[in-house]
């Protein structure tokens, strides 16, 4: 058993209409789901083949559709009391989840949400070789990308690499303590779009993938299939009931 902090670790669609998040994912990336016992209750894991990945639950009233981050910390009411002391809003106190870990959720000083994690099993550990369905990157985008950055370092202990966008500024690589690429950091290029991480999974074909996800329901496609020079292709949508997340295929050299 082992934690890797700094690694995301965990990816919970929260959405009103769970039933129909299912159908688009399952449709999409052949993602499946088990159900776990949870107490009295239970919780609908997505699996990726064998792998547990992440899941599904249900939106309180009003809240719109989203993707939620688990971040592995080492310690979860250390991380917890330190963010909320360097700005961050309190949105979960730590909180003991049954057998399988402890966990707390803040919005950052910019106003990302994202949840802290431990689990009693220790981490997910990095697969030598992605596979299709599986995350393969995770993403900031901010209003104020230099407070964001200076947060994430101070609290998580992250160190960074930079490229430049040119017009559009920096794009912030995060690398955990363990020196390990965990996700990138940039300034939103649209001031309407709301703070958030958004999460990637790898497929095998991206514009084949988004032109699924619109036959399957996708509200948006915000991003078209765009290449990233030496580094692979990408894009981005708004999937059946509402939620952001983005398609990558690496380059062949990657």
């Not at 990726?48 to 979860?76: K, Q």
């Not at 330190?82 to 910019?110: N, Y």
């Not at 995770?138 to 930079?162: R, V």
Request: contains cysteine; charged residues 20%; glycine residues 10%.
């Amino acid at each position: 058993m082992s934690h890797l902090p700094g690694k995301f670790v965990w990816f919970e669609h929260v959405s009103a209409d769970a039933a129909k998040a299912r159908a688009f994912y399952e449709g999409l990336f052949g993602w499946k789901i088990q159900s776990m016992p949870m107490g009295e209750q239970s919780y609908d894991m997505l699996m990726n083949g064998t792998d547990g990945i992440g899941g599904l639950r249900t939106a309180e009233p009003g809240v719109p559709s989203h993707w939620v981050s688990y971040l592995s910390v080492p310690d979860v009411d250390a991380s917890f009391a330190a963010a909320t002391a360097a700005g961050a809003k309190a949105l979960l106190a730590p909180t003991d989840f049954g057998p399988v870990g402890r966990g707390a959720a803040i919005a950052d000083p910019t106003g990302a949400a994202i949840s802290l994690w431990k689990g009693t099993e220790g981490d997910r550990p990095d697969p030598e070789q992605p596979v299709a369905g599986d995350w393969c990157w995770n993403e900031l985008w901010t209003p104020d990308a230099k407070t964001a950055l200076a947060f994430y370092e101070k609290i998580f202990g992250y160190t960074h690499d930079a490229m430049d966008m040119g017009p559009q500024g920096s794009y912030y690589m995060l690398k955990s303590p363990d020196g390990k690429m965990r996700g990138g950091l940039m300034q939103s290029p649209d001031p309407q779009t709301p703070p958030q991480w958004c999460p990637y999974v790898l497929v095998a074909d991206v514009d084949a993938s988004a032109a699924k996800a619109q036959q399957l329901g996708a509200r948006a496609i915000c991003v078209p299939p765009t290449d990233i020079p030496n580094i692979g292709r990408f894009a981005v949508l708004l999937d059946a009931v509402g939620a952001t997340v983005a398609l990558f295929k690496g380059a062949p050299s990657q």
